[in-house]
């Protein structure tokens, strides 16, 4: 079964720790890996799309990376600001029932203390 | 503002009343989904929509549940006979699909979410 699972639950950081967010999945033939930032009562804002292993994107403070099996999202010098959930979601290929479907993780809760 | 919107953006009903809410899309995207959302949950697959065309529809989507996209622009999700567990947020997103293989075709942009809480 198509599956994707976010680790750890929550992270709690002080400004400037860096750290990293992991998404692992286990869908074969990935078409797309999505993440996303939510902050509470908001809805998910788009982040990054990876495609292929080896892969990376950056943004700002955000980097984020993918392999054969799991996806990291690395925070440097984090700052409150990025306090939010962070959500993973894949792509699998097309069959009856998936089309187009996302599949999604619970997300990570990070809170980035001044 | 050109991102997608959700209309109205709280709605507290009573049970067993019906509740309708509103999407409109990023203007140039043919794909709009919705979706439900619960307190640490991720996103919920509930619909598809490919321009006015319904194409797919969770297994888990009760009868009760009905969406439209009459002119492929914006969209209507219903509720009928709501009830508590119904409480969710609810949010649309859209997409723009591309030709060709791989692009930005499913990179979903989401609306602020529509908070229902059925009492």
């Known amino acids: 079964e198509d599956q994707v699972t976010q680790s750890p639950e929550a992270l709690r950081l002080q400004e400037g720790e860096s750290s990293s967010l992991n998404c692992s999945y286990t869908?074969?033939?990935?078409?797309?890996l999505f993440w996303y930032r939510q902050d509470p009562g908001k809805g998910p804002e788009f982040l990054f799309t990876l495609y292929s292993a080896g892969e990376e994107k950056e943004k700002e403070r955000l980097k984020a990376t993918l392999t054969k099996k799991e996806s990291f999202l690395h925070i440097t010098a984090p700052k409150p600001e990025d306090s939010a959930t962070y959500l993973c979601a894949v792509q699998a290929p097309y069959n009856a029932g998936n089309n187009r479907k996302l599949i999604w993780g619970l997300g990570t809760s990070l809170a980035v203390n001044p | 503002d050109t991102g997608v919107s959700q209309n109205p953006r709280h709605k507290i009903t009573k049970r067993g009343q019906n509740v309708t809410f509103r999407c409109d899309p990023i203007?140039?995207?043919?794909?709009l989904y919705w979706y439900r959302q619960t307190l640490g949950q991720g996103p919920e697959f509930l619909t598809y929509f490919q321009n006015e065309a319904q194409l797919e529809k969770s297994r888990l989507l009760s009868d009760r549940f009905s969406a439209e996209r009459p002119k492929g622009s914006f969209s209507t999700l219903e509720i009928q006979r709501t009830e508590q567990g119904d409480s969710a947020m609810y949010l649309c997103?859209?997409?723009?699909?591309?030709?060709?293989?791989?692009?930005?075709?499913?990179?979903?942009?989401f609306g602020p979410g529509t908070r229902l809480t059925v009492l």
């Open positions: 869908v074969s033939g990935l078409r797309g």
């Open positions: 203007s140039e995207h043919n794909r």
């Open positions: 997103a859209s997409s723009n699909s591309a030709s060709g293989a791989i692009s930005s075709y499913n990179e979903q942009f």
